[in-house]
């Protein structure tokens, strides 16, 4: 809507005017009844390069310049926006946390913090292994849960996936559980995502298995996603 606003503002300048008005007036056709955007371009140049509103200036020569800090802004934000982050079952789950406990609290806030970020500036996804483990939780969480988890597209199985999770439980490097965290390591690095968030700091957000299961990777010929809590993600670097 900015885009449009910005380029409509050209159009509506009056044929033959030779100097921009700094305020807008009104008129349709002579008549003064309607928004006279010539002022209003004049205005924006001002803002976005500084100085004075320019006089016998012909509008098209103002057509492309708000769109240049426009779209130097959208390049720039989506250099910094749109990780394709898997989303483990612990995820949803510690978002719904009821149990007592500070670090057990301190975990739902941290998870409700970045997921409100991240549903804006990332796309999210998941799997139907997650909710396939959230069905089984007992309600009202279970409803909680998949109503958060709705909005979310869910990544497809595939032959290779498979393989890849026997591959882990044969290399140690999750538990033989074919449909448990080797299942969701698979399915994140298969669709390339480029992090795995998850709160089980036993077998996957765990930096001591890292070595170990980017190595694995690298055989089968494939890049590891992060291994990442969401306090992490938050605040990089820090242990919680």
Not at 161 to 173: C, P, Q, R, T
Not at 180 to 196: E, N, P, S, Y
Not at 204 to 215: E, F, G, V, Y
């Amino acid at each position: 809507m900015v885009v449009w606003l910005v380029l409509a503002v050209p159009f509506h300048s009056a044929p033959g005017v030779e100097e921009f008005h700094t305020t807008p007036e009104f008129h349709v056709n002579g008549s003064g009844m309607g928004p006279d955007f010539a002022g209003t371009g004049a205005v924006l140049a001002m803002v976005f390069f500084g100085g004075s509103a320019p006089t016998c200036q012909p509008p098209q020569q103002m057509f492309l310049l708000p769109l240049i800090p426009i779209t130097a802004f959208l390049i720039f934000s989506l250099t910094l926006m749109n990780q394709l982050i898997y989303v483990e079952t612990s995820i949803p789950s510690f978002y719904f946390e009821t149990r007592p406990g500070a670090q057990i609290q301190a975990r739902r806030e941290w998870t409700r913090e970045w997921w409100d970020l991240a549903k804006w500036q990332d796309e999210l996804v998941s799997s139907l292994w997650v909710v396939r483990e959230l069905e089984e939780t007992p309600e009202p969480k279970r409803s909680e849960c998949l109503e958060l988890m709705d909005a979310l597209r869910l990544l497809q199985s595939a032959p290779e996936i498979d393989e890849m999770v026997e591959h882990y439980i044969a290399h140690k490097v999750m538990p033989a559980d074919a449909d448990g965290d080797a299942r969701h390591l698979a399915v994140a690095t298969f669709w390339k995502c480029d992090i795995l968030a998850s709160w089980n700091c036993k077998h996957i957000a765990n930096a001591n298995k890292t070595d170990h299961i980017r190595h694995v990777n690298e055989g089968l010929g494939f890049a590891t996603p992060k291994l990442i809590t969401p306090y992490h993600l938050l605040e990089s670097g820090v242990d919680p």
